[in-house]
């Protein structure tokens, strides 16, 4: 169920991070890219249930650990979403995808060649600047004064722990700079579609089969089209 996969690193070397997989060699074959950050922890439970989904209906699929996230070892600090992507797009190349379906900020990671979906995509600047105003927000309570811009003018210069992840501050620059548009080939699924309160908004980390259901399905019947 877990393997290791070859990840290209930021110094251009590669190294091995983990991956989940349900792989019996069958044509269908989907990347997973989770949310980034704190999201990826609310998602991991659904996602995981999702994949069992899939493996029962005929559909094979792959959750790499990407560097700096989960169970990897690779400073986070080093990372940036152009690094991601490249891992991505190394990661449907080893596991020979035909399809990817992203979550939320991994939809910034989706690579360009491959058709797929996106749920609820989410813009870069939208979560550093949720990211910020939580800090400043926690500082405020704790009798600091720290200002969401002063916080993000330190940042693009030295790099800032927010919501405890250490970012670099080329990740911090490209999160405030970068605009995202979803591959010409991404089915976008909102959260309408999907139906309750979204896991992200939630307080605790949760899952709700209800909401898993829905999204295998949408994109089970994407797949057998």
Same mark, same amino acid.
């Given at each position: 169920?877990?393997?290791?996969?070859?990840?290209?690193?930021?110094?251009?070397?590669?190294?091995?991070?983990?991956?989940?997989?349900?792989?019996?060699?069958?044509?269908?074959?989907?990347?997973?890219?989770?949310?980034?950050?704190?999201?990826?922890?609310?998602?991991?439970?659904?996602?995981?249930?999702?994949?069992?989904?899939?493996?029962?209906?005929?559909?094979?699929?792959?959750?790499?650990?990407?560097?700096?996230?989960?169970?990897?070892?690779?400073? #986070?600090?080093?990372?940036?979403?152009?690094?991601?992507?490249?891992?991505?797009?190394?990661?449907?190349?080893?596991?020979?995808?035909?399809?990817?379906?992203?979550?939320?900020?991994?939809?910034? #990671?989706?690579?360009?060649?491959?058709?797929?979906?996106?749920?609820?995509?989410?813009?870069?600047?939208?979560?550093?600047?949720?990211?910020?105003?939580?800090?400043?927000?926690?500082?405020?309570?704790?009798?600091?004064?720290?200002?969401?811009?002063?916080?993000?003018?330190?940042?693009?210069?030295?790099?800032?722990?927010?919501?405890?992840?250490?970012?670099?501050?080329?990740?911090?620059?490209?999160?405030?700079?970068?605009?995202?548009?979803?591959?010409?080939?991404?089915?976008?699924?909102?959260?309408?579609?999907?139906?309750?309160?979204?896991?992200?908004?939630?307080?605790?980390?949760?899952?709700?089969?209800?909401?898993?259901?829905?999204?295998?399905?949408?994109?089970?019947?994407?797949?057998?089209?």
């Amino acid at each position: 169920m877990y393997v290791t996969w070859p990840c290209p690193l930021p110094d251009g070397s590669t190294g091995e991070e983990m991956a989940l997989r349900f792989d019996k060699d069958r044509p269908r074959r989907l990347l997973i890219i989770p949310p980034l950050f704190d999201e990826a922890n609310k998602f991991r439970h659904q996602l995981t249930g999702i994949m069992l989904q899939f493996d029962a209906n005929g559909v094979d699929c792959f959750l790499p650990d990407l560097p700096g996230c989960n169970e990897s070892t690779a400073p #986070l600090a080093d990372q940036s979403i152009a690094g991601w992507r490249a891992a991505t797009v190394a990661a449907a190349a080893h596991f020979a995808v035909t399809h990817v379906f992203a979550v939320r900020s991994g939809g910034w #990671l989706m690579p360009d060649t491959l058709p797929g979906w996106i749920y609820a995509p989410v813009k870069p600047r939208q979560v550093l600047r949720g990211m910020l105003r939580a800090r400043s927000l926690a500082a405020r309570e704790a009798g600091v004064s720290e200002s969401s811009e002063d916080l993000l003018a330190s940042g693009r210069q030295e790099g800032l722990t927010l919501a405890g992840w250490d970012l670099g501050a080329a990740l911090i620059r490209e999160l405030d700079e970068s605009e995202f548009a979803p591959p010409a080939d991404a089915v976008t699924i909102e959260q309408g579609e999907v139906g309750g309160k979204p896991l992200w908004l939630r307080a605790e980390n949760d899952h709700d089969p209800a909401q898993a259901d829905t999204l295998a399905g949408i994109i089970l019947g994407g797949l057998a089209d």
